[in-house]
């Protein structure tokens, strides 16, 4: 009898744990999401604790330089009336800026997580933006209704203007505007939600817009956003994608469409089969672009974004960049390269011009790229000669500058690489030997070895006080200017070849932000003095820059499956 009672007891928790789980995700934001949504970026989880504080900390030094520029951009708003502005017009602006002072008078001191819970806000919420059909929907936890709603109040009573009310079923909403777009903003229960309709738009809407009446199925019942960031490797902090076939299925389809022309005065655009056909070939050229975290924390911050791509243009694209020259270089104060393979890129071109040639568009709005490739394919694939024909791609590494100092204690100073990546480097050599006599007594040679180029060879007397180096690969050819730079462009040169598909990539140094503010130091003084406060506000960011990044890096491939896109920052550990 007891083995039963605690078998049941055991069961009777775990449904009542199992029901709560359940209750909990059915008031999440992402509960609100249709399952066929066009687009949606979503937090499923609040960021960690850790990781929430220390943004938090670096967020609270910015607060106190952004809101002297948004005084200053509200200042000369108010200064810069339009002549041609109707008595209206000129109310309107002069209403908007009285709230959007309210609004920055009230959030100005807000630098800090709890100042934030004060007014019923929290820097730890899950929150959704997507689309009810295509009409944007943002929707976030909130901490505290009540305090949320006497911070709007006080925004008001400071404004001297009142929100739009009005009440849809049993809610009440504040509105915002009119024609021919109508902003909706509620608090319910535990969320702000915050949308727009056209103007006129029925009941039946504004209920599904605002979440009144839920869609058949969410994104919380079918469990995609989750199994999607779990395929991606994306963390559950912000996420997701834009559906470009169901956008552009939409631009046709929603009635909001139609409704927003009406409110409008404009007429509908009307798509015909041929249109529809056409232009859903073309999205499912590139289905989705997709985004999301991989690295979230307080010692890195790392972006992914993919536009996929069908396969066969994937794989075209895919073979288009080679290896680009040299190697990324992450102890520089900045490197950037990118791709430049200019018979690939011409190929390709080509093959779409021929692509259409053969199945022309019969779209009415499209006819006019049957005429545009047919010429580009004209001017594009004549014979390229050498050296544009060999060219693979560009990288330039700066490793030092040094500004000249005002009292000319110092002079101004740069050490760096410019690497050439082509098919005959030999043949770039030539050429730069035949436009400057001075260079024809120089040698290289395709073993990477390193060769001073005399100062009186650079025209204008710009490498005077500097080495300058050239050195030659297999297939690159380099550039260095500086004292330490000579055995550096040797391993440049020779470097093994990078992954190829890669097309750009770009690494900067936190370092590049404080040789701004010095830059600003020594030459702002030369500013009109309307301009000074400006660039001091500007030279405080830098500043603070300058703190928070150790290195910023980015780079765009292209690979089987599309477009990859990543951003990696890295914060400066004090």
């Not at 559906?243 to 552009?248: A, I, M, S």
């Not at 490739?373 to 060219?391: G, R």
């Not at 100073?413 to 007594?441: C, E």
């Amino acid at each position: 009898m007891r083995r039963h009672v605690r078998i049941g007891f055991i069961t009777l928790i775990a449904a009542l744990a199992a029901a709560c789980g359940k209750k909990a995700e059915h008031d999440a934001p992402i509960a609100f999401v249709p399952a066929d949504t066009p687009y949606v970026i979503a937090a499923l989880e609040p960021v960690p604790d850790a990781t929430a504080k220390y943004l938090s900390a670096q967020a609270q030094g910015i607060w106190s330089v952004i809101f002297p520029m948004f005084d200053q951009m509200l200042a000369e708003s108010e200064q810069n009336a339009d002549e041609e502005a109707t008595p209206e017009q000129l109310a309107l602006r002069a209403k908007t800026r009285r709230v959007v002072k309210a609004v920055m008078d009230e959030i100005r001191t807000r630098d800090t997580p709890e100042k934030w819970r004060e007014v019923g806000l929290g820097t730890q919420v899950r929150s959704a933006i997507y689309g009810v059909g295509l009409l944007p929907v943002l929707r976030a936890e909130i901490l505290d209704a009540d305090a949320l709603r006497a911070m709007i109040a006080r925004i008001e009573q400071n404004a001297g203007e009142k929100l739009g009310t009005a009440r849809i079923g049993e809610q009440d909403v504040w509105t915002i505007g009119g024609e021919p777009v109508l902003g909706l903003m509620a608090i319910q229960a535990k969320h702000l939600v915050v949308t727009v309709v056209p103007a006129g738009a029925d009941e039946a809407l504004k209920r599904r817009v605002l979440g009144l009446d839920r869609p058949d199925k969410s994104l919380a019942d079918t469990n995609a956003l989750a199994d999607f960031n779990k395929a991606r490797g994306y963390l559950p902090y912000a996420s997701g994608w834009v559906d470009t076939r169901r956008v552009l299925a939409l631009l046709n389809d929603d009635p909001a469409v139609a409704a927003f022309a009406k409110a409008a005065g404009e007429p509908k655009p009307e798509l015909d089969a041929a249109c529809r056909g056409e232009l859903d070939a073309l999205a499912a050229k590139a289905p989705r672009l997709a985004l999301g975290y991989t690295k979230f924390d307080t010692e890195r911050m790392t972006m992914h974004m993919r536009l996929d791509l069908d396969p066969a243009l994937a794989k075209s694209l895919a073979s288009l960049p080679v290896a680009l020259p040299g190697a990324k270089s992450n102890d520089a104060l900045f490197d950037f390269a990118f791709a430049l393979p200019v018979l690939r890129g011409r190929d390709f071109l080509v093959a779409q011009a021929d692509a259409v040639a053969a199945a022309p568009f019969r779209c009415g709005m499209l006819e006019p790229l049957n005429e545009q490739l047919a010429e580009m394919k004209t001017k594009i694939e004549a014979t390229i000669p050498p050296p544009l024909a060999d060219l693979l791609g560009v990288r330039l590494t700066v490793d030092r500058v040094v500004l000249p100092a005002p009292d000319g204690s110092t002079a101004f100073d740069v050490a760096g690489r410019v690497l050439v990546g082509s098919n005959n480097p030999a043949f770039l050599t030539s050429l730069a030997q035949m436009s400057v006599p001075a260079l024809q007594k120089i040698a290289l040679s395709p073993d990477g070895k390193a060769v001073a180029i005399p100062a009186d060879a650079i025209p204008g007397g710009y490498a005077e006080g500097h080495e300058i180096h050239a050195a030659m690969g297999a297939k690159t050819l380099g550039l260095s200017v500086g004292k330490d730079q000579a055995a550096r462009l040797e391993t440049a040169v020779t470097a093994a070849a990078g992954t190829p598909g890669v097309a750009i990539e770009s690494s900067l140094s936190g370092e590049v932000y404080k040789l701004l503010g010095q830059a600003f130091d020594q030459f702002g003084d030369s500013l009109p003095a309307k301009d000074r406060p400006t660039l001091d506000m500007q030279r405080k960011l830098y500043a603070m820059y300058a703190q928070w990044f150790r290195r910023i890096g980015g780079d765009m491939s292209f690979g089987a499956e599309g477009i990859d896109i990543t951003q990696d920052v890295e914060y400066a550990r004090q």
